[in-house]
């Protein structure tokens, strides 16, 4: 049977760097996902990484089980580091949709993403995901996504948390979660269909 | 959900829900259904549903693609020579606090120690008198040398200006010299001058001299050693004649 988290934190705690490795390498991929998600920088990924858990061995006793999972704390401190980066490296606020600069991906360099150079767009002013579709536009889409939609995005959709572990992760209500994430999508579709992102007029009553 | 259950799906019902129908645990089978069969009467809302769900395709195939992203291994190890660093420092640092703490404890016991040794009460004080074994008490912040506000100094000066009407009162010596708690030992008998002052019972008391009825007003007359700086060394209780 594998160790929980907490039962690996507490073994940190005393001193155990076996458990220590084991939380690592359990908890460093969604990290580092998140971080370059957000960054589309792999240097700054891995210095995100590095200081989460940095802080995590540093303070550990600053996670408080009863708030939420430790993942949501890690991604909390994820996302501090981030934005206090933000806030110090403007550049990274609003990336550029053709952001290729030395250091950063661009979206045929991404890790894994294919390029067969289609788009997913079919008809007019719709959207349509194909199997032919590469994922390299999808990608851009959500790397061009403001700040707090581009975060629920890799969060909910992309890491699969439940709206409670991402509320828990961005410290805000629930509801939040759900009304950013739905706007975020609403955004997504509204850029892959190739048409400005405009807020919705109230929708039509059949 | 029963609140949504009973309000009849609309387009605008639809769009609402639209990005939760394919996610767990949010919404209840009937209204998931009575969704989908909203989009299959409505044109709009079934191209929407697709829009939703190609999305969905490409957000779970994207997640399957970066699935096996990672640090590289560098990372891990910075991380772990940080956790062993820490592991050697947290020791020292403990250890260099039961140190410090151990070192205050030994001060505080010195300290005491040496309270006790230079402050021997004996008991309680007979009353109405002054303590016919004066001792050594602890150094009073407001007595200092040459300073005018010494309540020593100060009724050593009015002693001596009213010496005529107070040497009557004071006759003999009550007690042997006492050296003052900050007094330097060495200087205590030798080189100082003897004067004869008339106290306040308080001024008496602040010089640590054990004193009862402090708030009695009349004066007691003391014998003061003082040096060359007229910093007052030891003191000479005198005994007081009573005059009624």
New interface residues.
């Given amino acids: 049977m594998e160790p929980t988290d907490d039962g690996l934190l507490r073994r940190m705690i005393a001193?155990d760097?076996e458990a220590?490795?084991l939380l690592?390498?359990r908890k460093?991929?969604a990290i580092?996902?998140f971080a370059?998600?957000m960054t589309r920088n792999v240097a700054m990924?891995?210095d995100v990484?590095?200081e989460v858990?940095?802080a995590l061995?540093?303070d550990a006793k600053r996670f408080d089980p009863t708030r939420g999972t430790l993942g949501g704390f890690l991604f909390g401190i994820a996302r501090n580091h981030l934005r206090k980066r933000w806030e110090l490296e403007r550049r990274f606020t609003h990336l550029a949709e053709d952001a290729d600069e030395s250091g950063t991906l661009s979206s045929a360099e991404a890790?894994?993403?294919?390029s067969n150079g289609s788009h997913?767009q079919t008809t007019a002013g719709?959207?349509?995901?194909?199997a032919i579709?590469n994922?390299a536009r999808?990608?851009q889409a959500?790397s061009t996504l403001p700040e707090n939609y581009r975060e629920i995005?890799v969060l909910c959709?992309?890491?699969?948390m439940?709206?409670e572990e991402a509320a828990s992760a961005l410290g805000c209500p629930v509801g939040t979660v759900?009304s950013r994430?739905?706007r975020a999508?609403?955004i997504?579709?509204e850029k892959?269909?190739g048409v400005p992102p405009v807020r919705?007029s109230?929708?039509?009553?059949? | 959900m029963s609140r949504d259950e009973k309000m009849p799906m609309?387009?605008?019902r639809?769009?609402e829900i639209?990005?939760?129908l394919d996610r767990r645990?949010?919404l209840d089978r009937a209204l998931r259904e009575s969704a989908l069969a909203h989009a299959e009467s409505?044109g709009?809302c079934a191209?929407l549903l697709?829009?939703?769900e190609?999305?969905d395709?490409?957000?779970r195939?994207?997640?399957a693609?970066?699935a096996?992203?990672?640090?590289?291994p560098r990372?891990?190890a910075?991380?772990?020579r940080?956790?062993?660093r820490?592991?050697i420092a947290?020791p020292f640092r403990t250890l260099s606090w039961r140190l410090a703490a151990l070192g205050a404890a030994a001060a505080v016991i010195l300290a005491l120690g040496l309270l006790i040794y230079y402050k021997p009460w004996r008991g309680p004080i007979p009353q109405g008198n002054i303590a016919r074994n004066p001792v050594v008490a602890q150094p009073q912040p407001g007595v200092a040398p040459n300073n005018s506000t010494n309540p020593v100094q100060a009724s050593a000066v009015s002693g001596s200006q009213g010496g005529s009407e107070n040497a009557e009162a004071a006759t003999a010596p009550a007690t042997d010299f006492v050296p003052l708690p900050y007094a330097d030992r060495s200087a205590t008998l030798e080189g100082g001058a003897v004067v004869r002052v008339v106290l306040s019972r308080q001024a008496l008391a602040s010089l640590g001299v054990p004193v009862v009825d402090v708030e009695n007003g009349s004066p007691v007359a003391a014998d003061l050693i003082v040096t060359e700086d007229g910093t007052p060394q030891a003191i000479r209780l005198v005994a007081q004649e009573n005059t009624d």
């Avoid at chain 2, 096996?68 to 590289?72: N, V």
């Fill in positions: 001193g760097e220590f490795a690592y390498r460093h991929p580092y996902r370059l998600r990924a891995e990484t590095q858990f940095m061995i540093r890790p894994a993403a294919s997913g719709h959207f349509e995901f194909t579709e994922t999808l990608r959500i995005v959709e992309l890491e699969e439940s709206y759900r994430l739905h999508r609403a997504l579709l892959l269909r919705r109230p929708a039509v009553t059949q | 609309d387009c605008a639809f769009e639209l990005h939760d645990g949010i409505c709009r191209r697709l829009e939703a190609s999305l395709f490409g957000l195939t994207l997640a693609q970066d096996s992203l990672e640090a590289p990372v891990e910075a991380l772990l940080e956790f062993r820490k592991k947290t």
